[in-house]
T-cell receptor, first 119, second 114 residues
Framework: DVKVTQSSRYLVKRTGEKVFLECVQD?????MFWYRQDPGLGLRLIYF???????EKGDIPEGYSVSREKKERFSLILESASTNQTSMYLC??????????????????FGPGTRLLVL | GQNIDQPTEMTATEGAIVQINCTYQ??????LFWYQQHAGEAPTFLSY????GLEEKGRFSSFLSRSKGYSYLLLKELQMKDSASYLC???????????????FGKGTKLSVKP
């Protein structure tokens, strides 16, 4: 079974604090993603990575950065937390080319999420 | 532009059948996914369609018509535990990096009543 874990389920931080959200997957997946999910807005992609030390911006990268020093770990960093970053943060991973019969299905598997509250 | 539409909410009765529709307009297409998400939890993978037609998996089936930009998720013999949000997502090769990332719809919240 694919396992994606996130460092915290719930987190409360103050405005201006630096926040680290950690994500680890144990299936040797190449691809990793960070999303945030807000009511009425759905899942929005923040950053993604297709390989170690590689990162690319998603739709809403402002105020965030990422780090991928090892294949299994993808960290999301809020440089200076603000109240509008209060959200549910979801990490996902997928295997490049993965899928039955050689189909490039590349299903994304999600971690349990971190609910972040910035006061 | 890229757009994925699904109804915001639906209600159905235990034991019944419900169909959740998804229409999409994307620059490219390389597969459509359905995910289930219970309140406060992570999305979990339900089904994948890349060719036209019906894919069946137990009580759940998913249909795709690429020419119409349309998919539906069919849930049979509804159970109370099926109360959840259902997310439609399309892989667009032109979105994001070289492999194409997923574009998610906002989800359909399904309430199953006794």
């Amino acid at each position: 079974d694919v396992k994606v874990t996130q460092s915290s389920r719930y987190l409360v931080k103050r405005t201006g604090e630096k926040v680290f959200l950690e994500c680890v997957q144990d299936m040797d997946h190449e691809n990793m993603f960070w999303y945030r999910q807000d009511p009425g807005l759905g899942l929005r992609l923040i950053y993604f990575s297709y390989d170690v030390k590689m990162k690319e911006k998603g739709d809403i990268p402002e105020g965030y950065s990422v780090s991928r020093e090892k294949k299994e770990r993808f960290s999301l960093i809020l440089e200076s937390a603000s109240t509008n970053q209060t959200s549910m943060y979801l990490c996902a991973s997928s295997q490049y080319g993965g899928g039955p019969g050689g189909k490039r299905q590349e299903t994304q598997y999600f971690g349990p999420g971190t609910r972040l509250l910035v006061l | 532009g890229q757009n994925i539409d699904q109804p915001t909410e639906m209600t159905a009765t235990e034991g019944a059948i419900v169909q959740i529709n998804c229409t999409y307009q994307t620059s490219g297409f390389n597969g459509l996914f359905w995910y289930q998400q219970h309140a406060g939890e992570a999305p979990t993978f339900l089904s994948y369609n890349v060719l036209d037609g019906l894919e069946e998996k137990g009580r759940f089936s998913s249909f795709l018509s690429r020419s119409k930009g349309y998919s539906y998720l069919l849930l049979k013999e509804l159970q109370m535990k099926d109360s959840a949000s259902y997310l439609c997502a399309v892989r667009d090769p032109s979105y994001g990096g070289s492999q194409g990332n997923l574009i998610f719809g906002k989800g359909t919240k399904l309430s199953v009543k006794p």
